[in-house]
């Protein structure tokens, strides 16, 4: 979504000839985009199958949702930069390769080390993929076109959700976990071929700025050590040296890639821009929003496979009114946050989140969680939109496009830190071992979503996104 609006300000050529091939690459390069949607839902469903087969411990499974997530947002700003440098077409075709590569690394895994390998792989192909793929997108349409364009991009971020829990639910059942990743080779494959012929050739990129990689390295470290200290507290706890320590490696991370982007030529992100109030405001709601939305997939397929005994497919199809419910929530809240403005929306999707994941909290059974994330669901899906609205509305033209990689790449981080969180919070359940870490995760969930909600009526700009 926010993707969307950094391509929406660039200035159309009215002189340009449309390439006549333009509607048919949008549809390859959104089953592209979708692909890596997919691929950070799916996995939700197949996590316990995965535990047994390959007799993974609960860090490791919380590895297979984080190490996507985090080398997909550490390394997204890079991509963008490297899609500059070396043309979007070649990092296209490059991450899709790079992309099949890694899925049947992950497919054909037999330990967890060689699993986590092609999980790590598939993120940075889908930071190379995705970036490159939005700048194509840009570059072949123009007007009202590319405004047709960019609503069919965006369209696909609720709708891979929803696709991903029940594709994942379905392959589960079905030939096995294995295949959530096989299916991405043969798709891969066809997408590199087709696209290698339909896509029009690219003269040399005129933008010559360095890649800032030490930036990249510093901001994926910080981000890398944070989850590993919250994922370790599970079993060691939270108030032990090593989990001090790990913290505060993780504060001296973060800083040097301040330090860094202060000095840099050609820096990632401007650190200047994360000060203003709607740029900060935004990207800690979408990272909150994302967290939340991951604490209910990862807490749910856990809750209803181990404890209530459902099954891969069963679970996948529980899933799927927590899914629409996001995207309805999304929808609602695009509809009406001009005549609201983003602080009534921000503390009411929290209010609402807070509800949903309250009523798995106080009430067991499986009736009562998919009810209460259905609920939670829609409040997180109004979130994604006012953290995008809030964070871009304010922002020069010129500086749209910086501002929406920022609030892309907190999207990643909150997925990644969601899962370690409650990961940790909910250690025993998912172990199988009690069933009171399903309610302390979902407890967490809404205190979270309460106090962010005090703090949005705070911190969260009152006049409405241009």
Same mark, same amino acid.
């Given at each position: 979504?926010?993707?969307?609006?950094?391509?929406?300000?660039?200035?159309?050529?009215?002189?340009?000839?449309?390439?006549?091939?333009?509607?048919?690459?949008?549809?390859?390069?959104?089953?592209?985009?979708?692909?890596?949607?997919?691929?950070?839902? @799916?996995?939700?469903?197949? /996590?316990?199958?995965?535990?047994?087969?390959?007799?993974?411990?609960?860090?490791?499974?919380?590895?297979?949702?984080?190490?996507?997530?985090?080398?997909?947002?550490?390394?997204?700003?890079?991509?963008?930069?490297?899609?500059?440098?070396?043309?979007?077409?070649?990092?296209?075709? &490059?991450? /899709?390769?790079? +992309?099949?590569? &890694?899925?049947?690394?992950?497919?054909?895994?037999?330990?967890?080390?060689?699993?986590?390998?092609?999980?790590?792989?598939?993120?940075?192909?889908?930071?190379?993929?995705?970036?490159?793929?939005?700048?194509?997108?840009?570059?072949?349409?123009?007007?009202?076109?590319?405004?047709?364009?960019?609503?069919?991009?965006?369209?696909?971020?609720?709708? $891979?959700?929803?696709?991903?829990?029940?594709?994942? $639910?379905?392959?589960?059942?079905?030939?096995?976990?294995?295949?959530? +990743?096989?299916?991405?080779?043969? @798709?891969?494959?066809?997408?590199?071929?087709?696209?290698?012929?339909?896509?029009?050739?690219?003269?040399?990129?005129?933008?010559?700025?360095?890649?800032?990689?030490?930036?990249?390295?510093?901001?994926?470290?910080?981000?890398?050590?944070?989850?590993?200290?919250?994922?370790?507290?599970?079993?060691?706890?939270?108030?032990?040296?090593?989990?001090?320590?790990?913290?505060?490696?993780?504060?001296?991370?973060?800083?040097?890639?301040?330090?860094?982007?202060?000095?840099?030529?050609?820096?990632?992100?401007?650190?200047? /821009?994360?000060?203003?109030?709607?740029?900060?405001?935004?990207?800690? /709601?979408?990272?909150?929003?994302?967290?939340?939305?991951?604490?209910?997939?990862?807490?749910?397929?856990?809750?209803?496979?181990?404890?209530?005994?459902?099954?891969?497919?069963?679970?996948?199809?529980?899933?799927?009114?927590?899914? @629409?419910?996001?995207?309805? $929530?999304?929808?609602?809240?695009?509809?009406?946050?001009?005549?609201?403005?983003?602080?009534?929306?921000?503390?009411?999707?929290?209010?609402?989140?807070?509800?949903?994941?309250?009523?798995?909290?106080?009430?067991?059974?499986?009736?009562?969680?998919?009810?209460?994330?259905?609920?939670?669901?829609?409040?997180?899906?109004?979130?994604?939109?006012?953290?995008?609205?809030?964070?871009?509305?304010?922002?020069?033209?010129?500086?749209?496009?910086?501002?929406?990689?920022?609030?892309?790449?907190?999207?990643?981080?909150?997925?990644?830190? $969601?899962? &370690?969180?409650?990961?940790?919070?909910?250690?025993?359940?998912?172990?199988?071992?009690?069933?009171?870490? +399903?309610?302390?995760?979902?407890?967490?969930?809404?205190?979270?979503?309460?106090?962010?909600?005090?703090?949005?009526?705070?911190?969260?700009?009152?006049?409405?996104?241009?």
């Amino acid at each position: 979504m926010s993707e969307s609006m950094t391509a929406a300000t660039s200035t159309p050529n009215p002189t340009s000839t449309p390439d006549p091939r333009r509607w048919r690459i949008l549809g390859l390069v959104g089953v592209a985009q979708l692909m890596l949607i997919l691929d950070v839902t @799916v996995v939700a469903i197949a /996590l316990p199958h995965m535990g047994a087969d390959l007799d993974l411990r609960r860090e490791a499974l919380t590895w297979v949702v984080s190490g996507y997530t985090l080398a997909f947002g550490g390394l997204l700003l890079l991509g963008g930069r490297a899609a500059d440098l070396f043309g979007a077409r070649r990092l296209v075709l &490059a991450g /899709l390769l790079l +992309f099949a590569a &890694a899925s049947l690394t992950a497919g054909l895994a037999t330990s967890e080390p060689m699993l986590l390998t092609g999980r790590v792989a598939q993120g940075m192909a889908a930071a190379m993929l995705s970036p490159a793929a939005l700048s194509l997108i840009v570059t072949i349409f123009d007007g009202d076109e590319r405004n047709r364009a960019l609503g069919i991009w965006s369209a696909l971020g609720g709708s $891979g959700a929803a696709l991903g829990v029940l594709l994942g $639910g379905l392959l589960t059942a079905g030939p096995g976990w294995a295949w959530i +990743f096989y299916i991405n080779v043969p @798709v891969g494959i066809v997408l590199l071929l087709t696209l290698r012929s339909q896509l029009p050739a690219q003269a040399a990129p005129a933008t010559r700025a360095a890649l800032d990689v030490p930036g990249a390295a510093l901001v994926t470290a910080a981000t890398a050590t944070l989850i590993y200290a919250l994922i370790r507290a599970g079993d060691h706890g939270w108030t032990t040296w090593t989990t001090a320590v790990l913290l505060l490696l993780s504060a001296f991370f973060y800083a040097g890639f301040v330090a860094r982007q202060r000095l840099a030529v050609s820096p990632l992100m401007s650190v200047r /821009l994360l000060t203003r109030r709607p740029v900060a405001t935004g990207t800690v /709601l979408i990272l909150v929003a994302t967290a939340l939305m991951i604490m209910m997939f990862f807490l749910g397929t856990f809750a209803l496979q181990e404890h209530h005994g459902y099954g891969a497919l069963t679970t996948g199809l529980l899933f799927l009114p927590v899914a @629409v419910s996001t995207m309805l $929530g999304a929808n609602l809240a695009g509809r009406v946050i001009g005549r609201t403005g983003p602080r009534t929306l921000a503390v009411t999707g929290l209010a609402i989140a807070a509800v949903g994941l309250a009523i798995p909290a106080i009430w067991d059974g499986a009736a009562p969680m998919v009810a209460g994330m259905t609920v939670g669901a829609a409040g997180t899906g109004v979130l994604f939109v006012v953290a995008s609205a809030t964070a871009l509305g304010q922002v020069a033209p010129q500086e749209a496009g910086l501002a929406s990689g920022i609030v892309s790449t907190f999207h990643e981080f909150g997925a990644s830190l $969601g899962a &370690a969180v409650v990961s940790s919070i909910a250690a025993a359940s998912i172990a199988g071992t009690s069933t009171e870490g +399903f309610t302390r995760g979902f407890t967490t969930g809404a205190i979270v979503a309460i106090v962010t909600a005090v703090a949005a009526l705070v911190i969260t700009p009152s006049a409405r996104p241009r």
